[in-house]
């Protein structure tokens, strides 16, 4: 399970990069909402040597445990369908003794782990474009986001598809077979826009379609919570306000403007305490350990190694993505926590545990 690593081989620079952002998060949280300080400094903490530890288990384990860990992911996602929490109509989590566990959190990170082995299986036996091994790959992303999606949780289900199907690019989807599913694609999607329209849809919750529609036409649906995200943003011009301004400075954080600030609106807090020039260091930060996924993705020795690492660049990009672009009202609104910096101690462990895996490829790079 364990190898023996050479030094020069540890990726420092991704190591160090992630805990910075997870140190600034304990920060940036207490600014937005300080009952929540501690529990985020103990996850902090636990991400950090979790992280160390995965990065020292060879990856190929992992690969070799795909199906354990696909029907683990699956049997956590039907227990919260089963016994979670209801909270604002939605069954997403568990609890246990003050902690909450989000299954869909972590199902992000099993899926890529199993489909890494998945997909060079597909690719060792030449499945990746046959109508065969493509219907197995979509049954078995399916399962998952059919089961997120009941929670009703669209944005994770969306986030999910996106990092699936890049992933199946990455392992070297034929462009034709692309451009026949984009054929297909785009008049599902219209007559989808046109029918979660009608009044009498039974598709979509009313909330979801609300959502939709502000993504088509932003200016006529933006909502109190990211207006006041953009606003708090703005205010904090070139530099910021600081995270513990003087007590004379309105900041949106103390007025209470943003509910529950500390997770999907992590960014405003960012732009208001640290201004244009911190909030561009942060984003340079998420770019960078991006980046170095997808330097260790294009270093890998075998396929599988470059399925994990590409498919961690993928989840970090576009999580961060979506969660910046609803903060500054890009986006529609939608719950998705920034990698690292959100409160959420299933999001941060999950994501340490990707990053592990990450630095293990990194560490048994392809020699020539």
Partial sequence: MFKRYKLRDYNFILLLSVIALMVLGVFVINSADSSFTVKQAIGVAGAIVIMIVVSLVDYHLWLK???????????????????????????????????????????????ILFMAA???KMIEEEKVSRPKGLLLFAGSVAIPMFLIFRQP???????????????LYLA????????????????????FMWYIQKPDQKL????QVDRIM???????????????????IGSGQLWGKGLEPEQDVVTVS???LISEQQTDFIFSVIGESFGFVGSIIVIAIILLIVLQCIRASRRARDPGGMLLAGGAACLFAIQSFINIGV??????????????????????????IMIGVVLNVGMQPERY
Avoid at 77 to 105: D, H, M, Y
Avoid at 153 to 167: N, Q, Y
Avoid at 217 to 230: E, G, T
């Fill in 153 to 167: 949780d669209l944005s994770t289900t969306l986030c999910l598809a996106f990092i699936m199907i890049l992933m």
């Fill in 254 to 256: 103390n007025s209470k």
């Fill in 172 to 191: 070297g989807l034929s462009y034709k077979i692309i451009f026949i599913f984009l054929l297909i694609t785009i008049p599902i999607v219209g007559t």
């Fill in 65 to 111: 445990l795909y199906l354990l860990i696909y029907g683990t992911g699956l049997l956590f996602l039907v227990a919260v369908l089963l016994f979670g929490n209801t909270v604002n109509n939605a069954k997403r989590w568990f609890t246990f003794g003050g902690i909450t566990f989000q299954p869909s959190e972590l199902m992000k990170t099993l899926m």
């Fill in 214 to 232: 502000a993504f088509v036409y932003p200016a006529d649906h933006l909502d109190d919570q990211q207006a006041n995200s953009v606003m708090a």
């Fill in 327 to 352: 903060a500054t009202a890009v986006l529609p609104n939608t719950g998705i926590p920034l990698p690292f910096i959100s409160y959420g101690l299933t999001s941060l462990l999950s994501s340490a």
């Fill in 118 to 120: 998945f997909l060079e």
């Fill in 204 to 207: 979509l919750n009313q909330y």
